[in-house]
């Protein structure tokens, strides 16, 4: 306590000598370990007003305008249920509900970020939590979100009653469960694969449960979280947009946002205000990658565990925050204050050297063991009993042939995505200029939400009388294909340049080439863009097999169109059949298909 | 408080872990060890004799099976207070400055801020590493990152400093520039530490530094006895009783029945079904020969490593493999070829696998074994499963798995079976005619 009062005192003395403007003399201030986060290096802290200052000043001013009243809207305008929100087609209100779908996703990640934390840390910590969380993970991400709009939206319509505020709720946390998943595991596997030796360290110098956290676990994992993060927020797009306008039990809801306007605009068959939200859309996604994932990459890239001394990567907005002296005038008023807050949290977090006793009997475990097997059991029993009260046997063959029509689609995509985008992502990957260039666009393509270019696909569909059975498969690769070529271009790029030179060499071409060298190169890479690219089909599913512009619907057969009827009418058997079913089929694939191929890949294939 | 002569001790201490296949390894057996004020104890023993595994119950990292350590009489639960280690890896924070590296420990006890810098920086100027306060780890060199390692463990002042392969990591020059310094430190009586506690691989290194070399046997790891190094420091590499300890220590390490002085050994091992195989590759094996063939057929090992430039631990594989084929007979520190290994070493290609194929059939049961069940299964294939679940008996999983490859490669230099990585099956080799016809027409040429 003491020191976070002394840390109070220095913060006084430190903003009156800024105002006596004797900022130029060197002031020393203790940098914390992880609070300076590596913005600024010690050679660089000597503070100048400059033009920096300027844009770092406004653009921080802007953000926290917009975010206050964005937020206070969504807050103040309290509308009962029925009193829908419409939405103007006029363009010029696109920057608001940009602004508010934008709050949306922030809001959701920053959930993501703390469940991330809190899961993720209690499944590395604990033994028996371990068993339970991990493979309830497993399953949750083969859950497709969309089917479950349905559930979430009631429950937190009846929760903020009379408030706009539950279909806020039920939005964010649509995006929240297509975030969360990967970056908890993510945190995961980093804090599960930690160096044995750099916990011994941290056991042996007695480091405080918090010390542990920020100076290890948290270093070590941020470069995978902010990845899976980024990746992630893409991916939540997606859902943002399908979970602005929904209907729910026959009722229409509505929030107003960037995914409410193209639904409107689908409505009313306008074609320019699809248009109109598209730009939008895509100067969204460019201005938060170069703002926030950006800087956020180029900081992680300085928590590698390994010690090669690299090129340091740079970017142009950490460049400006870094020859800015807001952020360390800001730094050095509360580096005393934070250095206090470290030092206390540590304090209450520390390691008793003598209470690590960690008795483990057998017979509690296999207690714990059983009732979770029972839990699950009664559970899966609870949940079929339900479908088969509200529906009969042969209703459940009938989805299940649906899921395998859904199946067999995601299957043909993916197969026409590798024939068509192999080639072309190792020809890119293979030219490092090109894929300098044109990987940045491809990750904003995969960003982007397909679902807004679902109008143009369809009119093309009833213009030219395509059955959306066909069309469907092309609407689901429209979102998923990026991720396979994406992954292709790493690929390729990840083959070493002196298998390369062999292989010319010895005159390998044509088809030998891609068999020996090519091939086997890309294939872990394939494996793991495929596996992405198959989640992100099955979720656009229920979206792409049900489609309309204006009264006009077309519908093709499919699990994915099968839970979206059930939800719009609330007709709950079904839609737990039909997310029961479509969660199987998920887990079964990866069984049996995709961990196969990603073993034989770790195994087989691996460079290096 | 009572007078306790020891700051740290294991008293007849057990480590089990347990293995997949069920049952479980024993890595160390009632194994005894005490850590006096003012000595340099050093831990040598082969690859998986358990000496970290030791190390890390001393510090308190792992609990034994059995046994109790205890610290200055009291017994020890959980992480021990009293040491601080020195890693193989270095394991530095890498986005932490080399100052907030060497003051970790201290913040940690909560020490104020200005305190732990002072003695921060006084451990790094011991070091030499005064002026890179600010560095990043990175920005260092790899003797320098184990400089950080070392200061931060000595802003500690441990009653114990615990070093695990501490110079392993480093290129040989820049480990024996840190290995004399830290030697000099001891012998100016500076150093930070009580005692020290060294495991190594390296026997130059342990008679060097300390004062006791204990030495740990394989499988279950035992203490074979320990060798007193009575030399005056500063040491004196080239001096005779160096070289002497030197001999003496090779001699107990590349025998395993062989006595080490004060300590009777312990009684011998029982004979096991499945000897551990060393994990040598054929191709090294037949090397080591051809260059002991070539310089004179007898050879001193030190002195063979050494011009070589290969560590000990490099070189026993090979040798512990060449012996165990008949190829080569080890005492005293020295090497000699077999007639067998003659032969072996001078043969053209084709007769060279055929004498690898009898020695091991001959000496190596399981090959035998394997061969066996390969001629009376129908389709002639066992898949890799079925040899991996004998070894995981009586391996650890890693080893078992090692074991699988050792062996998966001499038989296939003795052309006995074949292996299908892809399907994971191993199968009889095809008759090799056409090989023996091409030997033959070039030996006729
Ligand atoms: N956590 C563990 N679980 C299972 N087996 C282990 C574990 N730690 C060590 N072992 C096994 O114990 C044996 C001894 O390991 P240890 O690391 O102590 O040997 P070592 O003498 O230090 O060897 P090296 O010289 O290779 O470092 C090995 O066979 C190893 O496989
Ligand atoms: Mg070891």
């Not at chain 1, 001013?61 to 509308?79: C, D, I, Q, T």
């Not at chain 1, 029925?82 to 959930?111: C, E, H, K, Q, W």
């Not at chain 1, 964010?172 to 975030?179: D, K, M, S, V």
């Not at chain 1, 270019?453 to 498969?473: D, E, K, Q």
Request: proline fraction near 5%; hydrophobic fraction near 45%.
């Amino acid at each position: 306590m003491a020191e976070a009062q002394r840390g109070f005192g220095i913060l006084f003395k430190r903003i009156e000598r800024i105002w006596n403007g004797r900022l130029a003399t060197p002031v020393r201030f203790s940098r914390i370990p992880q609070f300076g986060i590596g913005l600024r290096t010690e050679s660089e802290s000597r503070p100048s007003f400059h033009s920096a200052d300027l844009a770092v000043g406004l653009g921080t001013l802007v953000l926290l305008y917009v975010a206050a009243r964005v937020g206070a809207e969504s807050l103040v305008k309290f509308n009962p249920p029925d009193v829908i929100p419409t939405i103007s087609l006029d363009p010029r209100n696109l920057p608001n509900y940009a602004a508010r779908s934008t709050l949306r996703m922030f809001i959701a990640l920053g959930f993501s970020t703390l469940f991330t934390f809190v899961y993720g840390y209690a499944a590395a910590r604990s033994r028996r939590a371990e068993r339970v969380l991990v493979p309830l993970l497993d399953i949750l991400q083969s859950v497709p979100v969309l089917g479950f709009l349905s559930v979430t939206v009631t429950l937190f319509i009846a929760l903020f009653r009379g408030s706009l505020l539950g279909l806020e709720a039920a939005s964010i946390f649509a995006i929240f469960t297509g975030q969360a998943w990967n970056m908890t595991f993510s945190f995961y596997q980093s804090l599960r694969t930690v160096p044995t030796e750099l916990d011994e360290m941290a056991t042996l110098y007695g480091l405080s449960k918090w010390e542990r956290f920020t100076r290890l676990e948290l270093p070590s994992s941020v470069i995978g979280l902010v990845w899976n993060g980024m990746m992630s927020f893409g991916g939540g797009w997606f859902f943002l947009a399908a979970s602005e306008s929904i209907s729910v039990l026959n009722r229409q809801y509505t929030l107003p946002g960037l995914g409410s306007y193209v639904a409107s605009a689908i409505a009313a068959r306008d074609l320019h205000a699809v248009g109109w939200a598209i730009v939008t859309m895509v100067i969204l996604v460019l201005l938060i990658d170069q703002l926030f994932w950006k800087p956020l990459v180029t900081i992680a890239d300085r928590y590698k565990l390994e010690l090669s001394a690299g090129e340091e990567r740079r970017f142009w907005v950490v460049d400006l925050w870094r020859a800015a002296s807001l952020p360390a005038i800001f730094e050095r008023i509360l580096g005393p204050s934070l250095f206090g807050l470290d030092r206390m949290l540590s304090h209450f977090t520390r390691v008793e050297p003598h209470a690590e006793r960690r008795s483990t009997s057998k017979t509690a475990d296999r207690v714990f063991n059983v009732i979770v097997s029972i839990t699950s059991i009664g559970l899966l029993v609870v949940a079929i009993r339900f479908v088969l009260s509200g529906v009969g046997l042969a209703e459940v063959g009938h989805a299940a042939l649906l899921g395998l029509a859904t199946a067999a689609r995601v299957l043909a995509l993916l197969v026409l995505s590798t024939i068509v985008w192999t080639p072309i992502g190792v020809a890119i990957g293979f030219n490092p200029r090109l894929a300098r260039l044109s990987q940045p666009l491809v990750q904003i393509c995969a960003s982007f939400p397909a679902n807004f270019l679902f109008p143009f696909a369809t009119l093309v569909f009833i213009r030219f009388g395509i059955h959306l059975n066909w069309g469907s498969m092309l609407l689901m690769a429209l979102g998923a294909q990026w991720y396979l070529l994406f992954n292709v271009i790493g690929g390729a790029q990840a083959v070493p340049n002196d298998l390369r030179e062999m292989a010319t060499s010895i005159g390998l071409r044509g088809i030998r080439k891609w068999r020996f060298l090519i091939g086997p190169g890309i294939f872990g890479s394939w494996v793991t863009g495929a596996i992405t690219a198959s989640g992100g089909a099955w979720n656009a599913s229920i979206v792409a097999e049900i489609v309309s512009w204006g009264h006009t619907t077309l519908r093709a057969a499919g699990l994915g169109a099968y839970i979206a009827d059930a939800t719009s009418t609330g007709d709950w058997p079904r839609i737990v059949l039909g997310v029961g079913l479509m969660s199987v089929f998920v887990v079964t694939l990866n069984r049996i298909v995709w961990k196969p191929l990603y073993r034989l890949a770790q195994t087989r294939f691996q460079l290096s | 408080m009572a007078h306790t002569t020891s700051l740290l001790t294991a008293e007849r201490v057990s480590k089990t872990f347990p293995l997949s296949a069920g049952g479980e390894q024993t890595v160390l057996e009632t194994v005894s060890l005490t850590v006096a004020p003012g000595e340099v104890v050093a831990l040598l023993g082969r690859s998986g004799s358990g000496k970290s595994t030791l190390l890390r119950i001393l510090a308190g990292l792992i609990e034994p099976s059995t046994g109790i350590v205890t610290r200055h009489g009291v017994a020890l639960h959980g992480p021990n207070p009293d040491v601080a280690m020195v890693f193989q890896s270095f394991a530095l924070l890498p986005w932490l400055t080399v100052q907030e590296n060497a003051e970790l420990g201290l913040t940690a006890r909560g020490v104020p801020k200005e305190n732990a810098e002072k003695e921060a920086m006084y451990a790094l100027q011991m070091v030499g590493l005064e002026g890179f306060e600010g560095a990043y780890p990175k920005e260092l060199s790899g003797g320098m990152r184990q400089r950080v390692g070392f200061a931060r463990a000595f802003v500690m002042k441990p009653d114990v400093l615990m070093m695990d392969e501490p110079f392993s990591a480093l290129d040989v020059l820049t480990a024996e520039n840190l290995r004399g310094e830290i030697s000099d430190l001891w012998e100016r009586g500076s150093f930070p530490s009580k005692s020290i506690l060294l495991v190594t691989h390296n026997i130059e290194e342990a008679i060097l530094l300390a004062d006791r070399i204990v030495i740990l046997g394989t499988n279950p790891g035992r203490i074979r006895g320990e060798v007193r190094v009575d030399i005056a420091r500063p040491r004196d590499k080239s001096g005779p009783r160096f070289r002497a300890l030197v001999d003496h220590v090779y001699t107990v390490m590349t025998n395993p029945e062989a006595a080490v002085e004060e300590v009777p050994a312990a009684t011998a091992k029982p004979t096991k079904r499945f000897p551990m195989l060393p994990h040598a590759r054929s191709g090294g094996i037949s090397g080591l020969l051809e260059i002991i063939y070539d310089r004179g057929g007898r050879e001193d090992l030190p002195q063979l490593a050494s011009d070589l430039r290969l560590e000990i631990d490099d070189l026993l594989p090979a040798v512990d493999a060449s012996a165990l084929l008949g190829f080569a007979s080890v005492a005293e520190g020295d090497v000699t070829i077999t007639d067998t290994g003659k032969e072996f070493a001078t043969a053209g290609i084709h007769r060279s696998h055929e004498i690898f194929k009898e020695q091991l059939l001959s000496r190596v049961p399981l090959t035998a074994t394997v061969l066996r069940v390969l001629e009376q299964k129908r389709d002639g294939r066992i898949g890799k499963e079925f040899l991996v679940d004998i070894l995981d008996e009586h391996f650890s999983d890693d080893e078992a798995e090692k074991q699988f490859q050792t062996l998966i490669d001499w038989g296939r230099y003795a052309h006995l079976f074949e292996y299908d990585a892809d399907e994971e099956r191993l199968y009889l080799a095809e008759p090799e005619e056409d090989v023996a016809d091409r030997d033959a027409q070039s030996a006729a040429d």
